[in-house]
């Protein structure tokens, strides 16, 4: 069957009070965004404390469900059969048909659940229930009712037409895109940090993200490994700004100025000052790592202590408690992990020290940081100002 509306079911943003507006309003342009370069034609409206998308033309239904459930905001997604209200006699015809279409094997039990938003319409909502019932088990008496654990439950609204539908295929839940502000997410060849962008974005938030590049010892397929991970995202996320910053200068000049064992520690304080330059330069409300407390030295508390000191705006580590396992899940079920586990090394995983610090200590750090005194403000402005930007969607 190929349905002509899909209605669209929200939850958190049925809370929001006198705000909901916004909130509706900003997941129907997310839905139009995500179905903008489908063949077809659809129309995407609220009514009612309902939104709806209409469609026309030559359209894949599949596509269109697929688009639906990468929009933040929807936690039900229903096919639905719209018809003309023609009298309750023609009513009974469609929903008959409806289920003789749907439900070839009759061997099933279900329930009638209508919703009378026409106040004029001639019949009351329990007497719509118990009149299509008995139609149904008339047309199909190998049908049976069962009013507390159906196999199918048949919903029939009556509005200016009348919306049919039985399937609530599940979305993707959190907040539309743009209802909680920017932030500056940390992006590298991993699984951890995309996982982490989806999450944020996932509570409305856009995203922004900054990749450090280091060319000879990083390939350029290695940053081509960055922008495929960012366009999967960007699935969820609608278009994100990636900054790819050249980071082999700076590299160098702490390998070469401060104790090996300290490296990825001042590696990672410098990446978190040039990722908030460009998050404060755009407007964004703070920044997203991949971090998992415990999972490598750079993670422990003492060494997430020692990289936030260097940052002004809120660190976000949607992953903060997660194990492994936990993180590949998630990466599988949006598409990222095939491609995280590409063997192209980014400069996270270059000039790492054989025993690296997992309990640094701030002052000591910043004592070693002086070490770089001579040259670090003249790599580091060279390094912003040679950025690449790329809009990736």
Same mark, same amino acid.
């Given at each position: ?7 669209i079911?929200?939850g ?6 006198k705000?909901r ?6 997941l129907v342009?997310?839905?139009?965004h995500?179905?903008?370069d489908?063949d077809?034609?659809?129309?995407t409206?609220k009514?009612?404390?309902r939104?709806?998308?209409d469609?026309?033309? =030559? /359209? ?6 697929e ?11 229903c ?11 023609e009513? $009974?015809?469609?929903?008959?048909a409806?289920?003789?279409e749907v439900?070839?094997?009759?061997n099933?039990t279900f329930?009638v659940?209508?919703?009378?938003a026409? $106040?004029? /319409? ?5 007497e719509i ?5 008995e139609?149904?088990l008339?047309a ?6 069962d009013?507390?654990h ?15 539908y ?10 539309p895109?743009?209802?909680n502000?920017t932030?500056m997410l ?7 940090s ?11 938030v856009?995203?922004?993200?900054? /990749?450090?590049h ?8 290695? $940053? ?7 366009k ?5 996320t ?5 900054h790819?910053?050249?980071f082999?200068?700076?590299q160098?000049?702490?390998?070469e100025k401060?104790p ?6 001042i590696?990672?304080?410098?990446m978190?000052?040039?990722a ?6 755009d407007g964004?409300?703070g920044?997203?790592t ?5 999972q490598?030295?750079?993670q422990?508390m003492q060494?997430l202590?020692a990289?936030?000191?260097v ?5 976000y580590?949607p992953?903060?408690?997660?194990d492994?396992?936990?993180?590949v ?9 095939e491609?995280?586990?590409?063997? /192209?090394? =980014?400069c996270?995983t ?5 025993h690296?610090?997992? $309990?640094?200590n701030?002052e000591?750090?910043?004592?070693s ?6 040259k ?10 040679t950025v690449?930007?790329i809009?990736?969607k």
């Amino acid at each position: 069957m190929k349905f002509q509306t899909y209605l669209i079911k929200y939850g958190e943003i049925g809370i929001k009070g006198k705000n909901r507006y916004m909130f509706e309003d900003a997941l129907v342009r997310q839905i139009r965004h995500s179905l903008k370069d489908l063949d077809g034609l659809f129309h995407t409206y609220k009514a009612q404390g309902r939104v709806y998308v209409d469609c026309d033309g =030559d /359209y894949d239904g599949d596509e269109v469900v697929e688009a639906l459930k990468r929009v933040f905001g929807i936690v039900g997604i229903c096919p639905v059969v719209r018809v003309e209200d023609k009298g309750f006699e023609e009513l $009974k015809k469609d929903v008959i048909a409806y289920m003789d279409e749907v439900y070839p094997d009759k061997n099933i039990t279900f329930k009638v659940e209508s919703r009378r938003a026409k $106040k004029t /319409y001639p019949k009351k909502s329990m007497e719509i229930n118990y009149d299509l019932g008995e139609a149904i088990l008339y047309a199909f008496p190998e049908i049976r009712v069962d009013v507390h654990h159906p196999d199918v439950l048949l919903h029939v609204e009556v509005r200016e037409e009348i919306y049919i539908y039985s399937e609530i295929i599940p979305g993707p839940g959190g907040m539309p895109i743009g209802t909680n502000g920017t932030a500056m997410l940390l992006l590298s060849g991993g699984i951890d940090s995309p996982v982490a962008g989806y999450m944020i974005s996932k509570r409305g938030v856009g995203l922004e993200a900054t /990749y450090f590049h280091a060319p000879p010892y990083t390939s350029e397929r290695a $940053k081509q490994k960055v922008v495929d991970l960012a366009k999967q995202v960007s699935k969820y996320t609608g278009p994100i700004k990636l900054h790819v910053v050249n980071f082999t200068d700076i590299q160098l000049y702490i390998y070469e100025k401060c104790p090996h064992d300290e490296l990825t520690i001042i590696m990672r304080r410098y990446m978190m000052r040039i990722a908030e330059h460009f998050a404060k330069e755009d407007g964004c409300l703070g920044l997203i790592t991949g971090e998992s407390i415990g999972q490598v030295a750079s993670q422990t508390m003492q060494s997430l202590m020692a990289t936030n000191d260097v940052c002004t705006l809120p660190v976000y580590r949607p992953l903060i408690g997660f194990d492994k396992q936990e993180i590949v899940d998630i990466s599988e079920k949006i598409g990222t992990y095939e491609t995280s586990i590409l063997p /192209y090394e =980014d400069c996270c995983t270059i000039f790492v020290a054989k025993h690296p610090v997992t $309990k640094p200590n701030v002052e000591v750090i910043r004592k070693s940081e002086k070490n770089l005194s001579e040259k670090i403000d003249e790599l580091f402005a060279e390094a912003v100002n040679t950025v690449e930007t790329i809009i990736v969607k």
